[in-house]
């Protein structure tokens, strides 16, 4: 398995294990931007870029519509009307509001925004990578594809009611809002390898509208749900893109959040740090001519609540495991500067030895010190600038920082006969938001190896967990 598709293989084992259900949308609408992917002329070379015109430069799709209106798309003379969307539930795992269903059902649809709607997705973030090995330069013939983040989509689970055929009468099973996906793209044989179109997605659950049976199902601590998408969709169309996928859906393992801004002019200021802790300055960027600054892009700023994984430097003593940030254009290159706020971070008692790193071309698996310079101490804020900076950080230290809250102490731990629990109990812990409940076979277990159990709200300070067969141990920690 290549190295670039081991997170994406977490992801879809963690849709296998729960919950879900899937739908299989067909003919979902794109369009496209200014950003540039490669050359496709003829004896061209796919990664050049140049003023002289003679190159078939081939750009990326701009966003992903569900298209309830067939309209014209001209084709040198001609005009071609794009196709309808479709969706359809294929398949259900445990869930408990489709118990008897029989599948695959056309009544159910998966559905957002058509091409003028605002509940569309649009795209705030690219980067070139290499998908064979993501540490390496992504323009190796045979290697080079991209990521990207579309944001903004209202997503909708609808059942339609009506009796009468061809007559659509909707009712909300389930509303998802700020949904956003990320996919990694493969380019065509020779240029790329030509697999599949891969990625993962979410949105948050909006509780006022639904049926109140999807909505408790989907409900969980991170109060989002997360798909998982799979296509061989090509990479390269012409006047529109068609895309289509199975979805598979389930309630999310881990909260995610996009602040973004859509066709800005630069210089541009996305103030990300009351959501996410970054404010983001892009000064001036290109597409296909690297020497025309272009003035219009979009941007984003992304928080992922779950620890970084990788290679880390060896002077690196401990790792934030709370989050980890991404930053994105869709310029092509950019000049741009961002400020992160550490405030919000526990455990920093001598922040000169704090460093934020950044992936390897943004997001190989080694990680490198980007030597940003602290430009505030109250709140702790370190600014990292410089030509395409964008891409997934971490923070990190050097020694004498643990990066987390206090573990609160337990103060009562008792197994129960009836009704068969073990009770915990422990001390409220100052400043925390959430606490944490682990199980491990041993109490010197690697933290790798402890099971997740329980995650309350403060104040909250006791849980009662089934008993295990076997004996166990339990740790509380705290988290901001």
Known sequence: MKPIFFALFLVFAAFLSATSITFYNHNQLMHYANTWMFNAGLNDDPFYRN????????????????ARVSRPYQWGSTSIYNPLSQSELI??????????????????????????????????AFNHINTVNPNNPWNILGQAGDNRIYSGATVYIEKNTSPMPGIYSPT????????GFYSLSPYPAGVGTDE????????????????????????????????????????????????????????????????????????????????????LNVQNGNYYYQDISSPSHSCMVAKFWEAPTGTFPNDIDKTYNQAYWELGTTYNDCSASAVFDLSSIPGISTPGNIKLLRRSNG?????????????STNPLRMEVSGYNIMGQYCI????????MLDAPRIV????????????????????????????????????????????????????????????????????K
């Open 172 to 179: 909300t099973m389930l509303k998802l809002i700020n949904c």
């Open 196 to 279: 599949n179109i891969t990625g993962f997605g979410w949105g948050t659950i909006d509780t006022s509208q639904g049926d109140p049976a999807w909505i408790a199902a989907f409900t969980n601590e991170t109060g989002q749900v997360e798909f998982a998408f799979n296509s061989p969709s090509a990479v390269v169309q012409y006047t529109y893109g068609l895309y289509s996928s199975n979805v598979v859906l389930t309630p999310a393992n881990i909260k995610r959040n996009v602040v973004f801004a859509t066709y800005v002019l630069a210089p541009y200021q996305l103030d990300a740090s009351a959501q996410n802790d970054v404010i």
């Open 91 to 124: 398949s259900q795992d445990g869930f408990a509001p489709l118990a008897g269903v029989a599948l695959p059902d056309t009544s159910y649809n998966f559905v957002f925004g058509d091409r003028l709607s605002l509940e569309r997705y649009r795209l705030c």
């Open 396 to 403: 990190a230290s050097t020694g004498a920082n643990n990066l």
């Open 51 to 66: 003023y002289d015109h003679t190159h078939a430069k081939i750009v990326v799709f701009d966003d992903l519509c569900y």
């Open 363 to 375: 997001f190989g698996s080694v990680w490198y010190d980007t030597n940003a310079s602290i430009i």
């Open 412 to 479: 009562e731990i008792r197994y129960n006969n009836s009704p068969s629990n073990i009770y915990l109990e422990w001390e409220p812990v100052t400043s925390a938001l959430y606490y944490n409940v682990y199980m491990a076979d041993s109490p010197d277990a690697p933290e790798s190896e402890w099971v997740l159990v329980d995650h309350l709200d403060h104040p909250t300070c006791a849980t009662s967990l089934e008993p295990s067969a076997t004996k166990k141990f339990y740790f509380v920690t705290a988290e």
